[in-house]
């Protein structure tokens, strides 16, 4: 199941490739529901050739399957989310209940690796005779407390989705709305699109929500430049991931004559703090001279 459980993120060696080629092929394929059956396959065949263990081949197949599908599950529920339909389909699908990297997920599952181990320790010491059946029932206790936070994540995102679509923002009505997560499950980052701009405001479901707290990001109009930049391949991969996407274009700093354009999905940053995101430099003929995807800066090479 350990095995199983972590095969999926095979796809990780596509970072070798560049943070273009990983955006493009991570959570791809290998977290699809066709092809859970055969990793999980695989997992059953690493664990028989490598770690040469006898296997009863269905039984164990049908654990690794187990083993899979959680980890599609937990993919499911953070912001980054899962293609599940690949390959018929690239729709990506996200609940938007947890950060990519939940510590508080790390410490429940955590509490139930250790805590068995820590009992055998502390019953070594008082001579207590060594019982198995603990390690059950704390890997019970790690899955329901998993499964009551994520339940109240969903519903404390459900009531920010709700605040964030009860309000005007600069004086129009949302098209759609959206709340990103952060560590703190009572605070959200709400996102409202708006016709002509995206609105940015935290929501913070202790009762602190002031529309004045927030930002309003304005839409790019879709210029030559801006078709240009759309057509390299840095923006194609990132435009098969992007859910609020934000086009912004101004000049090139370092190049005379020549434009900067620059797209980010604004789930993971924002103009003046970008995450994800694509920058293409281009001339005043509207050829790309340079274009460059990164998750963390935008500068292109």
Do not use: C
Not at 143 to 148: D, F, R, V
Not at 200 to 213: A, I, K, Q, T
Request: no cysteine; charged share 15%.
């Amino acid at each position: 199941m350990v095995v199983a459980a972590n095969v999926p993120d095979i796809d990780t060696v596509s970072w070798f490739g560049g943070s273009a080629t990983y955006i493009q092929w991570h959570r791809n394929i290998t977290h699809s529901l066709i092809a859970a059956p055969f990793i999980a396959l695989l997992a059953v065949a690493l664990v028989r050739v490598i770690g040469r263990r006898e296997v009863r081949w269905l039984r164990a197949w049908a654990i690794a399957l187990a083993a899979v599908a959680s980890h599609l599950i937990l993919d499911l529920t953070n912001v980054y989310g899962v293609r599940l339909w690949l390959p018929f389909s690239g729709q990506w699908f996200h609940w938007d209940l947890t950060p990519i990297i939940d510590f508080s997920i790390w410490a429940i599952l955590l509490l139930g690796a250790a805590a068995p181990a820590l009992g055998r320790l502390v019953g070594s010491e008082i001579g207590e005779t060594r019982r198995e059946s603990g390690n059950a029932g704390w890997a019970v206790t790690a899955l329901l407390l998993l499964t009551a936070y994520d339940y109240s994540r969903s519903l404390f995102h459900d009531r920010a989705v709700a605040i964030m679509g009860s309000h005007i923002y600069n004086g129009l009505a949302p098209r759609r709305v959206g709340a990103f997560p952060s560590e703190n499950p009572l605070v959200w980052t709400g996102m409202a699109e708006l016709s002509n701009a995206y609105f940015n405001v935290p929501v913070d479901l202790r009762g602190n929500f002031h529309v004045s707290d927030g930002e309003t990001y304005y839409k790019g109009q879709r210029t030559e430049a801006v078709n240009a930049a759309m057509a390299s391949d840095p923006f194609q991969k990132l435009l098969t991931f992007v859910q609020y996407p934000l086009w912004s274009v101004e000049p090139a700093p370092d190049t005379e004559h020549a434009t900067r354009v620059t797209l980010l999905d604004l789930r993971f940053g924002t103009p003046r703090q970008p995450g994800f995101a694509a920058t293409a430099i281009v001339n005043n003929r509207n050829q790309v001279i340079a274009s460059h995807f990164g998750m963390g800066g935008t500068r292109p090479r």
